[in-house]
């Protein structure tokens, strides 16, 4: 089994800022890619950032040059510094990782979801 936990969402005004994190553990072989996703009421899950093993990275074009995510291969963890946000940043941010497992075969895994909220 593997589990992804999130932390460091909440409350923040305009302009402010936040810094996600996920942290995977279970029994992990390897990680490939791992990334943050955000549904907003009414909406889709939509990508947000994604970042492969080798490092390269990638963002939805509502956040470049405002979020930076990164991962610690050690750790096992990703995270999503966000700054200067924006009222429609709001919404459940959801991480994501693509695991081999041991003794299974890759799989997608989901965290539970962190509320970000930005007030105007």
């Known amino acids: 089994q593997v589990q992804l936990v999130e932390s460091g969402g909440g409350l923040v005004q305009a302009g402010g800022s936040l810094r996600l994190s996920c942290a995977a553990s279970g029994s992990i072989f390897a990680i490939n890619g791992m990334g943050w996703y955000r549904q907003a009421p009414g909406k889709q899950r939509e990508l947000v950032a994604g970042?492969?093993?080798?490092?390269?990275?990638a963002y939805a074009d509502s956040v470049k040059g405002r979020f930076t995510i990164s991962r610690d291969h050690a750790k096992n963890t990703v995270s999503l510094q966000m700054n200067s946000l924006k009222p429609e940043d709001t919404a459940v941010y959801y991480c994501?990782?693509?695991?081999?497992?041991?003794?299974?075969?890759?799989?997608?895994?989901w965290g539970q979801g962190t509320q970000v909220t930005v007030s105007s």
């Open positions: 994501n990782a693509d695991v081999l497992a041991l003794g299974s075969h890759q799989s997608d895994y």
């Open positions: 970042i492969t093993s080798s490092g390269s990275t």
